[in-house]
């Protein structure tokens, strides 16, 4: 017994010192090689010229040296040489606010029928708080306006600022005349500091969706705009300082990027195989193949998306909203209007907009996903005895294109009308909207007419999901998911996708016995013939 216990001891201990010897030379040359591995090399060939420069000085045009008195004005100057950039721009989504044809029966859109379960709906843009974000200088009604995007100064309101300008100019006081001509100089400024569109620029709108800094996206808010690489590698003033355009490029003024079904691209090549194709995946820089020669990560680009691993949580830095319920909306203390906030200092009810809840460092949910999302309208017939999908991502591990990406979800509980089983689209803002009158039949009466659909009058709640893609905060290389926590069998991250065989999570007991056989029969067998040895070795001894 003691020489078997003796053959064990050594087996252990010499396995042991092989596992360890394996695992450290293959962390030693992973951190030797990491800057090697094609994926780091190609990203650095395809940004390798990150300053921006320009042909032209605003400020040395003629056109832009006048005394402008609106905005229209404004925009004739800007016409003068960007001749095509008004008929280019007025067929975008970011003037439109429409995802599909204006004559389609169901249009996607801030602008057409689409709903969420934030502020719900645009009401057919009848609701102007909404329309605040529209790049016009009245909604679409007016010109457009190109500073919103291009100017490099500080932002303006711009109808307080031109009201201002025409009270005091129209004045005989001195004073007043010289308040004009600051007001005139801080409109010049902004005027004749232009270039191309920068976080800032991009994210006066897109950090702010929904009513508040963070609130929908999760991973788009005001920590972006001068973001650190621990937070953005791609974004970070330490690192290599991407503006929202280096991946968003544009054609004819067409953002790239996703619009509600419609894909950002479905081209995955890299700007190696194909200097023209689009720079919004990850690919395009990195290639499908990013790790070095023989990792097993490589392996998983063909069913994980990028994003899976290198964003472990969103809303890092600032907060974002994970749940509004406007059922609890209209509670009033003293007969007042009162709002609270949370331990992260966010609004968690207000009377006008109910329930809602906050969180920081969340981590994302996961789903097979194709590039497109469906969207409800305000003309779907929803299920209100089940939670009603108001967005959902589309794709399936059968489907080629499909990848397991991340997602924030926001859930809630909307109103919805209980004879028609459609979502109802309050009217939120103005003279007759909940906001001001805290009468859900008027707001709910207001904000169908604006779709010119019928209301039955009879309206309750249901729990509603909205989702977002998570695509930015991608966090440095040392801070990736692990690998545990996808393949572990106690609360996962993957734990919600079935369907698939996936190691160290999922369990298949005739495999479980004949991997458990193998191992068995190996040990005996190395046992056996250990032994075998020993007596073996005794017996000529003996002799």
């Known amino acids: 017994m003691k020489q078997i216990k003796g053959v064990l001891q050594f087996l252990y201990l010499t396995m042991s010192i092989c596992l360890l010897f394996i695992l450290t030379s293959a962390a030693g040359a992973n951190q030797k090689d990491t800057e090697q591995v094609p994926g780091r090399f190609m990203a650095r060939q395809a940004t390798k010229a990150k300053t921006v420069w320009s042909t032209t000085d605003h400020s040395k045009h003629k056109a832009l040296q006048q005394e402008f008195k609106s905005g229209a004005a404004i925009t004739g100057a800007c016409l003068s040489c960007h001749s095509e950039a008004a008929s280019q721009f007025r067929q975008t989504i970011h003037w439109t606010w429409l995802g599909g044809s204006a004559d389609s029966a169901k249009r996607s859109g801030k ?55 025409h009270a005091f100019s129209g004045s005989g006081d001195p004073e007043e005349l010289e308040l004009a001509q600051e007001i005139q100089e801080s409109i010049l400024k902004s005027v004749q500091n232009i270039g191309r569109p920068t976080r800032k620029n991009c994210g006066s709108c897109h950090f702010y969706g929904g009513g508040g800094d963070g609130v929908k996206h999760g991973d788009l808010d005001s920590s972006i705009t001068n973001p650190n690489k621990d937070l953005d590698v791609h974004m970070g003033l330490d690192g290599q300082k991407f503006e929202c355009v280096r991946c968003h490029t544009t054609v004819n003024h067409n953002v790239a990027g996703r619009i509600y079904s419609k894909p950002a691209t479905t081209d995955r090549k890299s700007l190696i195989e194909d200097d023209l194709t689009p720079k919004i995946m990850c690919e395009s820089c990195h290639s499908a193949t990013p790790h070095k020669s023989g990792s097993k990560a490589n392996d998983h680009t063909d069913k994980v ?3 899976s691993c290198h964003i472990p949580q969103f809303a890092r830095v600032n907060p974002t909203k994970m749940w509004w319920d406007w059922s609890k909306a209209g509670k009033k203390k003293k007969g007042k209007p009162y709002k609270t906030k949370d331990s992260l200092g966010k609004y968690d009810y207000m009377s006008h907009k109910g329930e809602m809840k906050w969180a920081k460092n969340v981590k994302p949910e996961y789903f097979w996903f194709n590039g497109s999302i469906n969207t409800l309208t305000v003309k779907d017939v929803i299920d209100p005895r089940n939670v009603v999908q108001v967005s959902a991502p589309v794709g399936s591990r059968e489907d080629i294109n499909s990848r397991i990406f991340p997602f ?48 039955s009058g009879q309206f309750d709640y249901v729990e509603t999901s909205y989702v977002f893609p998570t695509t930015h905060m991608v966090a440095p290389k040392e801070n990736v998911v692990n690998c545990i926590e996808c393949h572990s069998r106690e609360n996962g991250r993957l734990a919600n996708l079935s369907g698939f065989y996936m190691p160290g999570r999922d369990s298949f007991k005739l495999m479980d016995i004949f991997g458990w056989a193998v191992i068995i029969g190996s040990l005996c067998g190395v046992v056996l013939h250990g032994l075998g040895r020993v007596f073996t070795n005794g017996r000529r001894g003996g002799k």
Request: glycine share 6%.
């Open 305 to 307: 998306a990028c994003q």
């Open 111 to 165: 602008a057409g029928d689409s709903l969420n379960n934030f502020c719900i709906s645009t009401n057919n843009m009848q609701d102007k708080s909404c329309s605040a974000c529209h790049p016009g200088w009245n909604a679409k009604d007016g010109e457009i306006n190109c500073l919103v995007c291009h100017s490099q100064a500080e932002e303006m309101n711009w109808t307080e600022t031109f009201e201002d300008f």
């Open 408 to 455: 924030k979800v926001h859930r809630g509980k909307q109103p919805y009308d209980k004879v028609h089983k459609t979502l109802l689209a309050p009217l939120l803002s103005g003279k007759d909207g909940y906001w001001n009158t805290f009468d859900w039949q008027k707001a709910l009466t207001k904000g169908m007419q604006a779709f010119d659909l019928p209301f």
